[in-house]
């Protein structure tokens, strides 16, 4: 029969990313991802629409949650074989995925004790959706892929992995399907990154394909408000002036490429002389077992980030950055002052990053920075929506200090960008397919079958 294809999650929203294809032979799952939307969490305690011992193969676009954040609970669900991914994605989603089973765990028993206290019992569950042992058994299931390589899955679908531009490791896969002889090709775009960003390289370009499933996460708007914006004059100018006037600098920060991201802007400043010689503390253990993959795989940097690597002004090691591992080492960066402070998590619904805006927000010298998107409801949109007052472990703090954002921080291409992906298409609605990206001979051109992926 003709492949069919199930949209399982991200459909009229922009989380739970999973795709089922199956024909009489084969069925696998593209990404496996967690609901965050709050409307649609209760999805997450729902039973697969599927049996997860059926699927044959998952393949993974990247590492963020909302990509592969339900692989624990797939796998204690039956789901016994590989997970294809980069190697880089595969390291990073075991840190995340280990991470948020931390958290599910902690916020399970939390929220027992205090419905206990209430005497009442909540929307979901008291477990957690999956726990720290769930989180480990993924791991022996990852199975590298390279870019530019295919993985078959049998004889009659595989899937080739090419750059997204999106985060380190993350990947476009093309899923080739045979039947009756010929040759379909299905293209899942995962997220696709903006080109010119810093440390990664740019999407890569396809020119054919039958179907083409693109993410949208930007697709109704353009990044107006990034256009022309200098990200490092903006950084610049805020450090300087708080600096100035005797304060310290709160980056809230997502841990996966926005906290590297900065450091990056960081450090070109630093190299040019156009801040001061100040402290920047890393104060996110996962941001710092994030960065060490970076590290690991410089093979992934674009042409500007190795050049640095070359010339030893790398922002993996420059003297005044201090990485933050033990709750006292936070705890002593209290006692300073003109310093910059990045710490998770990204919207301050949580982590270290709360402590140090409850001990800077009353301090008019001190500035708060937002560097990403905030979700309403969350603590850091409250900020930026102009509070005179909030509340963290349990006390009012008047909101003194500067409240800034800097706009251009972006890991996802906007309408404009992703119109510009697609328009490089030439195929589009014609039969067959051909399996290479723009711009590669064929000679160079990953064929229909390769070699089965090196394990993971």
């Not at 740019?202 to 693109?214: G, L, R």
């Amino acid at each position: 029969m003709l492949a069919k294809l199930t949209f399982l999650g991200a459909a009229q929203n922009v989380t739970g990313s999973c795709y089922l294809i199956r024909n009489d032979e084969t069925r696998v799952l593209i990404d496996c991802g967690l609901y965050q939307e709050r409307k649609y969490q209760e999805r997450n305690w729902q039973p697969f629409a599927f049996d997860p011992k059926s699927i044959d193969a998952v393949f993974l676009t990247h590492a963020h949650l909302d990509h592969c954040g339900l692989l624990p609970k797939l796998i204690r669900d039956g789901y016994g074989g590989k997970i294809y991914c980069t190697q880089a994605t595969a390291e990073l989603a075991q840190i995340i995925l280990l991470d948020a089973a931390h958290l599910q765990e902690e916020d399970a028993l939390f929220k027992a004790e205090r419905h206990k206290r209430e005497g009442r019992r909540g929307t979901f569950p008291e477990a957690p959706l999956y726990g720290v042992k769930d989180a480990e058994a993924v791991g022996p299931h990852f199975s590298s892929v390279e870019y530019l390589a295919c993985v078959s899955v049998n004889s009659s679908i595989e899937g080739c992995y090419h750059e997204a531009g999106h985060v380190l490791g993350a990947a476009s896969i093309s899923i080739n399907i045979k039947n009756d002889g010929k040759n379909h090709r299905i293209l899942f775009s995962g997220d696709v990154g903006e080109p010119d960003r810093p440390i990664v390289n740019d999407p890569a370009i396809f020119d054919e394909a039958e179907y083409i499933v693109i993410e949208s996460t930007y697709g109704d708007r353009t990044h107006e408000e990034h256009k022309n914006i200098d990200i490092q004059k903006q950084l610049r100018d805020c450090i300087n002036r708080t600096v100035s006037d005797g304060g310290n600098i709160v980056i809230p920060s997502f841990a996966l490429e926005r906290s590297q991201e900065l450091l990056y802007h960081l450090n070109e400043l630093f190299l040019r002389k156009e801040i001061p010689f100040l402290t920047i503390f890393l104060d996110s253990p996962m941001a710092i077992r994030i960065t060490e993959v970076f590290k690991r795989h410089v093979e992934l940097f674009d042409k500007e980030m190795m050049r640095r690597l070359r010339q030893g002004d790398s922002f993996f090691k420059f003297e005044n950055l201090k990485m933050v591992q033990s709750i006292e080492e936070s705890k002593a960066i209290n006692q300073v002052n003109g310093s910059i402070i990045i710490a998770g998590s990204g919207m301050v619904t949580g982590g270290r990053v709360k402590h140090h805006i409850a001990n800077n927000i009353v301090r008019p010298e001190s500035t708060v920075l937002f560097v990403g998107y905030q979700a309403v409801g969350t603590l850091g949109r409250i900020l930026l929506d102009g509070a005179k007052e909030i509340r963290l472990f349990g006390q009012s703090y008047p909101v003194k200090a500067k409240i800034d954002k800097i706009e251009g921080f972006s890991s996802h291409a906007d309408r404009d960008g992703l119109l510009a992906w697609l328009s490089a298409f030439l195929g589009l609605n014609r039969p067959g397919f051909r399996t290479k990206p723009a711009g590669l001979s064929e000679e160079s051109r990953p064929p229909f079958r390769t070699k089965p992926a090196t394990p993971g």
